[in-house]
C-alpha cells in the first residue's frame, strides 16, 4: 500500500463459505457457467438492462458501450463477461488489474484486440496508474500512445484501436478513480441472491454435474450459501461427495444436512472462523466491545484475516456491530449460540452503536470495508 492503493489480503487458509476462488475452483465453475443471458439466474435489473444495450449494439452493427460490473466475488461478473462476448458472438480476452503493472503491458494487450472483441478486466480497481491513464484514451479514441525512444528524443506514435468493448468487473466500485468510472456506458451493481434464486442456482448446477437433487436438499443448501452463488454450488459438490461416499448417492435433505455438518457449515452459513469470533465475543468478553487486534488474538487468527473474511457476513447479517470502542455481539449473536446475554451487556443496546465514521482502538477502521 506505498502508492496508496489498497490492496486485496491473499489468506491460505481454506474455508468452504468462502466467496473468492482459486484457479482450481474456477476450472470446476467452468462447467457451470451460463452461456446466455436467458440461462442466467438472478440479477434480473442488471440482466434486463445489459440485454437492452446488447441487443441495440447488435441492431446498430457496432460495440456496444463499455460496461463495468461491480458487486461482492462470487455473485457472477466473470459470467456476465463471458455471456457479453457470447451475445455478441465475438471472443473474449481476458486479464487481471494486478497483471498489469505497467502502462506497456495493458498497450501490448489492446494493441492485439480486434475489432469487435471484448476486453475483460477483473479488479480493474488495482490497475497500476500509468496503466488507467493508457485505458482513458483507449476506452474514449480508440488509439494507444507508443512511445519510441528514451529521454528527450522520445516521441509518441499514436496507434489507431478497432472498436471493441471494455468490462471490467470490481468488488470495490469506490475506489475506481471518477476519469475511469465515466469511461464506461453502462455500470451494473450485483447484489447477493436470495434462497428462491440460489435454489434455482442449485437444481440447474445439479442437473449440468448428472445428479438428482430434492427440493428439500436443494432448499437447505440455498440457506447455508450467504447469498452467494459461488458458495452453492461448493456446497452441492461437497453434498454430492458426502452422498457418493457415505450415503446411497442420492441427494435428498438427510445427506446435505450430513453432509454440511461434516464442513462445519451451520443453518445460516456460518462455518468455524465465524462461530470462533462470535463465542470470543460472547464468553470471553461479555458481548464487547473488544478491539480488533485482541479479538483475533483470541480466535487465533490476523487481524486482516477477522476483519476482511470473517466480519463482513458477520455485520451484514446482524450478529455483529462495529462501534468506536471495538466490536460487540448483537442480541442475534446471544441468540444464534444458545447463549442469555447478561444484564447490561452491549448485545441489547447493538441498534444504537453502529458507527460507520468510528475507529477501532485496537486497530481497524469503523467503516464497513468489505461488504
Not at 462476448?85 to 486479464?95: N, Q
Not at 462461530?275 to 460472547?282: E, G, I, K, M, Y
Request: hydrophobic share 45%.
Amino acid at each position: 500500500m506505498a502508492d496508496g492503493r489498497y490492496e486485496e489480503p491473499e489468506f491460505t487458509s481454506e474455508r468452504l463459505v468462502t466467496s473468492s476462488a482459486d484457479d482450481v475452483e474456477r476450472a470446476a465453475e467452468a462447467a457451470l457457467r451460463p452461456k446466455r443471458l436467458e440461462e442466467f439466474v438472478g440479477q434480473s435489473v442488471v440482466r434486463d438492462q445489459l440485454s437492452l444495450v446488447l441487443q441495440a449494439a447488435l441492431a446498430r452493427g457496432a460495440a456496444p458501450d463499455h460496461v463495468l460490473l461491480s458487486g461482492p466475488p462470487g455473485l457472477g461478473k466473470t459470467t456476465l463477461a463471458m455471456i457479453i462476448a457470447s451475445e455478441l458472438g465475438t471472443s473474449l480476452r481476458v486479464t487481471s488489474g494486478p497483471a498489469i503493472q505497467h502502462a506497456g503491458d495493458l498497450a501490448a494487450v489492446l494493441s492485439s484486440l480486434e475489432e469487435g472483441e471484448v476486453l475483460f478486466i477483473d479488479e480493474i480497481h488495482r490497475l497500476a496508474r500509468p496503466a488507467e491513464e493508457l485505458l482513458y484514451v483507449a476506452m474514449e479514441d480508440f488509439r494507444v500512445d507508443v512511445v519510441v525512444g528514451k529521454g528527450a528524443g522520445a516521441s509518441a506514435i499514436p496507434l489507431a484501436l478497432p472498436p471493441f468493448t471494455v468490462v471490467g468487473a470490481t468488488t470495490r466500485a469506490g475506489l475506481l478513480p471518477a476519469p475511469l468510472r465515466d469511461r464506461f456506458g453502462f455500470t451494473g451493481h450485483l447484489d447477493f441472491y436470495d434462497a428462491p434464486e440460489l435454489e434455482r442456482v442449485i437444481l440447474r448446477s445439479a442437473g449440468l454435474l448428472g445428479v438428482e437433487i430434492h427440493h428439500a436438499a436443494a432448499h437447505e443448501i440455498a440457506g447455508r450459501s450467504r447469498g452467494t452463488p459461488r458458495i452453492a454450488n461448493r456446497l452441492l459438490r461437497r453434498v454430492r461427495d458426502w452422498a457418493q461416499v457415505r450415503g446411497d448417492g442420492r441427494l435428498d435433505l438427510t445427506a446435505a444436512r450430513a453432509a454440511l455438518e461434516v464442513y462445519e457449515v451451520d443453518p445460516v452459513g456460518l462455518d468455524r472462523l465465524d462461530r470462533s469470533v462470535l463465542d470470543a465475543l460472547c464468553r470471553r468478553f461479555a458481548g464487547g466491545p473488544v478491539g480488533l487486534s485482541t479479538l483475533a488474538m483470541t480466535v487465533g487468527e490476523e487481524p486482516d484475516t477477522v476483519e476482511t473474511v470473517a466480519e463482513p457476513f458477520l455485520v451484514r447479517e446482524g450478529f455483529v456491530a462495529r462501534t468506536p470502542r471495538g466490536r460487540v455481539a448483537t442480541a442475534q449473536a446471544w441468540s444464534h449460540l444458545g447463549l442469555t446475554p447478561p444484564a447490561g451487556a452491549p448485545g441489547s443496546l447493538a441498534g444504537t452503536l453502529f458507527d460507520d465514521a468510528g475507529t477501532d482502538p485496537e486497530g481497524g477502521s469503523g467503516n464497513l470495508q468489505g461488504l
